[in-house]
């Protein structure tokens, strides 16, 4: 009786095990199994801004290079408002399965601090997968203001507070924060005017009609190189290869003055670390591409390959450090 138990055990171990290898998987742990057989559907990539700009770009990058590699497709999901708000809570709503993923930037870090009540938690409610891409702002001045370096420009903003005046996207934007951290560290004052996005400001900025704005570095440098504009730093603490000669803020007078306008993608909470895991290897991995890597840099993107720990605490760290910014400058939204 016990050799016959002892045949029927290992037959059906022979069938689990042909069943299990026939399925690609074998007899993996579960949760190996799990990530071996993920995508078996579309993926979706929501974005909370307008299509078109460097958010949506990325997503499309990423998209594209996913649905090579994985043979299902990677559908790009527009939910603009709420200066990103709109996508982030349907994304925390969704199920954890990494099947809706968050294309999240800047703004996600700074919205607790701009809205009293969020139906999410910038933190708690996300699985960090991947901080892939990173773009400077670049701090331009019109050919009237006489200043050359960034001392100087603090030296006219201190003498005559308020008279200098800046443009940004709109409250609470990079361009908008990128103005009051740098008159919060020289102890100046510059007056803001914001925009209904970048592209109005930076018309006015070479007209003259601003005195300097924090652009995107893609659309600034031709102006710069034409005369238009003055370049007098980056906000990032690593100079940007497309202008290699422009300083830094913190080299120009601002130490430890950084600004990172971040990308990077985002699960809802409770998603199986073995498939964040997957994620964050798979889109490292396609970003390192040459043609992914010139997409991004055709927007002034730095590629990133940031860990899910790492990712983890920059939010955590970003969080925290515009929360002391926009409490200092008084911002709100209404």
Avoid at 164 to 179: F, K
Avoid at 238 to 244: C, H, I, K, L, V
């Amino acid at each position: 009786m016990n050799v016959e138990c002892a045949y029927i055990a290992n037959g059906v171990r022979r069938k689990i095990a042909a069943v299990g290898l026939a399925l690609g998987v074998g007899l993996l742990p579960a949760k190996d199994a799990l990530a071996q057989q993920y995508p078996v559907k579309p993926i979706r990539i929501v974005v909370g801004f307008a299509a078109g700009g460097p958010t949506d770009i990325g997503a499309r990058t990423i998209g594209q290079k996913l649905t090579e590699s994985w043979g299902q497709p990677v559908i790009v999901d527009i939910r603009p408002g709420a200066s990103g708000n709109i996508a982030a809570e349907l994304v925390a709503k969704s199920p954890p399965d990494a099947y809706t993923l968050l294309l999240a930037v800047f703004a996600h870090a700074v919205n607790p601090s701009l809205h009293s009540k969020l139906p999410f938690d910038a933190v708690k409610s996300f699985a960090p997968i991947i901080r892939y891409a990173s773009i400077a702002n670049l701090l331009v001045v019109h050919p009237s203001i006489p200043a050359r370096t960034v001392k100087e420009l603090i030296a006219i903003a201190t003498a005559r507070p308020g008279e200098l005046t800046s443009g940004s996207a709109g409250t609470g934007t990079s361009s908008h924060l990128s103005i009051e951290l740098m008159a919060a560290m020289a102890g100046t004052r510059v007056t803001h005017v914001p925009y209904k996005g970048l592209s109005a400001a930076h018309i006015d900025v070479v007209a003259g009609q601003l005195s300097m704005l924090f652009d995107n570095v893609v659309t600034a440098l031709p102006h710069a190189k034409a005369g238009r504009l003055r370049m007098l730093g980056v906000t990032t603490l690593t100079r940007w290869a497309g202008a290699p000669d422009v300083p830094t803020m913190s080299e120009a007078g601002l130490p430890g003055y950084e600004v990172n306008s971040w990308y990077g993608l985002l699960a809802p909470a409770g998603t199986p670390r073995e498939l964040v895991l997957r994620l964050n290897s798979e889109v490292g991995r396609t970003l390192r591409a040459p043609d992914a890597r010139e997409r991004l840099f055709s927007i002034g993107a730095e590629p990133l390959s940031q860990t899910p720990e790492e990712f983890t605490a920059f939010i955590i760290a970003e969080v925290a450090k515009w929360a002391k910014v926009v409490r200092a400058a008084g911002i709100k939204i209404e």
